[in-house]
């Protein structure tokens, strides 16, 4: 389970939601989360303070995950302080910043592994109250982004939501490919009205993978006393790339 239990709509201590994450945090070993905006996601360090306090050990929970948050489903406004691009350097800077934040305290964190939008998997849809078929639940807000409906079936969407957009020159030369393949389908939505485009994740990763693995490494030397630091091997990767195109 992840609990997405703070977020710009609900920071204090006192409110519903982190009674939630705390009850849940001491309840079951899964992983939790939270959601930040560029106004608030140096705060979240008093979250892991807060749940330390509580008596909360970081061994019972699984690891600990913050997300940005995106703008609001069906609505273009590039004004808001979510996140409508992966290049922007506050977001760069806030994810970097939480992991170590949270690492500090002695919680997991997500190693950096293989994404994939889940537009190109072709078994993952969602399904709406009125049994409309999206494929991806941020896509709710748009009609124009449903694929069918439980009643009728799934239509063809490969033209709508430009499908196979990773398989350019640029991708399939692209160290990253195996960790963005194209990244997020609802950036471009959001910024230009249709998915005519990849959300290319270069600039983040070019600024932030690194850091990630000397953080894991950090924090893997310290738990286990060891001088060195194993990553999951090419082969193992290459294995999870295969396993989730055939889903
Ligand atoms: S980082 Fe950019 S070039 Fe590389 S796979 Fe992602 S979208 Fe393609």
């Known amino acids: 389970m992840t609990a997405n239990a703070l977020s710009s709509r609900d920071t204090a201590a006192s409110r519903p939601s982190w009674q939630i994450f705390r009850r849940s945090a001491t309840s079951s070993p899964s992983s939790r ?4 905006t560029r106004d608030n996601y140096q705060k979240f360090p008093e979250m892991l303070d807060a749940l330390l306090a509580a008596g909360i050990d970081p061994a019972r929970l699984g690891p600990v995950q913050f997300s940005p948050i995106l703008p609001k489903s069906g609505v273009r406004d590039s004004s808001s302080d979510c996140c409508v691009s992966c290049g ?33 998997l ?9 049994g409309t078929l999206y494929k991806c639940p941020a896509f709710m807000g748009w009609p124009e982004m449903a694929v069918g409906t439980l009643a009728d079936g799934v239509s063809d ?3 709508s939501h430009n499908l196979d957009i990773w398989k350019n020159d640029d991708c399939l030369e692209c160290a990253y490919l195996p960790l963005c393949f194209g990244g997020c389908r609802l950036l471009p939505l959001l910024n230009h009205g249709v998915i005519n485009r990849v959300d290319c994740r270069k600039e983040f990763y070019d600024t932030t993978l690194e850091r990630f693995i000397l953080q894991d490494c950090r924090s893997h030397t310290a738990k286990s006393g060891s ?20 889903e």
């Open 33 to 36: 989360g939270g959601n930040f």
């Open 157 to 159: 969407y490969s033209v």
């Open 227 to 246: 001088t060195t630091c194993h990553g999951p091997s090419s082969s193992a990767m290459r294995s999870k790339v295969a396993s989730c195109f055939t």
């Open 122 to 130: 072709t078994n993952n849809l969602v399904v709406n109250y009125d």
């Open 88 to 120: 922007e350097p506050w977001l760069m800077e806030a994810i970097v910043f939480l992991r170590e934040e949270t690492l500090k305290r002695g919680f997991g964190v997500e190693k950096p592994a293989m994404g994939v939008c889940m537009v190109e």
